[in-house]
Structures are given as structure tokens and as C-alpha cells.
């Protein structure tokens, strides 16, 4: 549940339109400046004064798991997984499941494995609620979340799952 409420505590602070400041800028690389393309902007007088009520959005009343299901990653399905090395400093633990057999299978051979790495488990394939957690029962402590895989999968050139991903490689 640690993933759900950072989420939660960065879609809060990125939405957030309370408060106003001036631009500062922190890094300049060199180039040309983007001065004249602002000069419309730039031209107009005074300081811009926010209004003194914002309409914000409003956060759901309570943000659930079940919110984000049913999860589909049409690029992942189970199969096998040739192991790959691969140089990830600072990933932490991260194993990749669906509902099905094979990722039950796999989590009750790698159960002790997992739980020493304290990995988070990403739910790439799951239909309701009662399914994730009949999975999430399987490794109970661990954390296990529905995301959809597939911007994973391209970036990794997966096309099955289960597996762990470390710092090092990925491997079934």
C-alpha cells in the first residue's frame, strides 16, 4: 500500500494550484534566450495577481485498489523469461505477475526469495478485486499492486511474465 499512497501524495502536490511563486531558474545550459518569445507576455503591465478563489479539482473522497482495476497489459502474458543481466543502480526489487497459474506457481517456489528481498510486486493482468487479493494471500507482507506493465514491457522488451527485476538483471 506504500505505492497507492505515494501516488496519491504525488498527484497531490503536482495538482496542487494553491500557491503561486516566480519561476527560478536553477540550471542554464547556454543557448539563446527565450526572452522574445515571451515578449507578448512579457509586455503586458503590471504583476499578474492570482484570482482569490481557485476552482481546484476535487480529490476523490477515498482512493481504493479497486479503483484501478481491472488491469489489462495486452504486451505481457505468462511464458517463460530467458534471464538478461542488466545495470539498474539504486532499482529496488520489483517482480511482475499476472492471475493465472504460472505467476501462482512461480510465487509459492519464490516465496522466501521474495520476502528477503522485500520486492514489490506489480499485478500486470487481474480482473476484480477478490483475484488480486487471493494473489496478495500468497505472499501476505508483501506489497502487491495493479499497474499496467506495458510502458515496462516496451522499455524492457518483455513479452512474459512471471519474473523479478533487481538492480542486476532480470530473471524468472
Known amino acids: 500500500m506504500k505505492f497507492l499512497k505515494m501516488m496519491v501524495l504525488m498527484c ?8 503561486y511563486s516566480a519561476l527560478t531558474v536553477v540550471g542554464d545550459l547556454g543557448g539563446e534566450p527565450t526572452d522574445t518569445y515571451f515578449d507578448a507576455v512579457n509586455d503586458q503591465p503590471g504583476e499578474f495577481t492570482p ?3 481557485v476552482d481546484q479539482p476535487q480529490a476523490p473522497a477515498q482512493v481504493s485498489v479497486a479503483s484501478a482495476l481491472p488491469v489489462r497489459t495486452p504486451e505481457l502474458s ?3 523469461v530467458m534471464p538478461r543481466k542488466l545495470t539498474l543502480p539504486g532499482m529496488p526489487p520489483v517482480f511482475i505477475i499476472g492471475d493465472d497459474d504460472l505467476s501462482r506457481q512461480w510465487l509459492a517456489q ?3 526469495e521474495l520476502t528477503r528481498l522485500n520486492a514489490t510486486g506489480f499485478v500486470v493482468n487481474v ?3 477478490d483475484r488480486l ?3 496478495q494471500a500468497l505472499l501476505p507482507g508483501s506489497d502487491m499492486v495493479p499497474v499496467s506493465g506495458s510502458d ?6 518483455l513479452t512474459h511474465y512471471p519474473l523479478i527485476i533487481t538492480e542486476k538483471g532480470l530473471t524468472q
Not at 497531490?12 to 500557491?19: I, K, L
Not at 515496462?152 to 522488451?157: E, G, I, N, S, V
Open 127 to 129: 480482473a476484480d478485486q
Open 152 to 157: 515496462l514491457a516496451r522499455r524492457l522488451q
Open 51 to 53: 484570482p482569490e478563489s
Open 110 to 112: 519464490r516465496r522466501v
Open 78 to 80: 505468462p511464458g517463460a
Open 133 to 135: 487479493k487471493a494473489l
Open 12 to 19: 497531490a502536490v503536482g495538482c496542487s494550484t494553491a500557491g
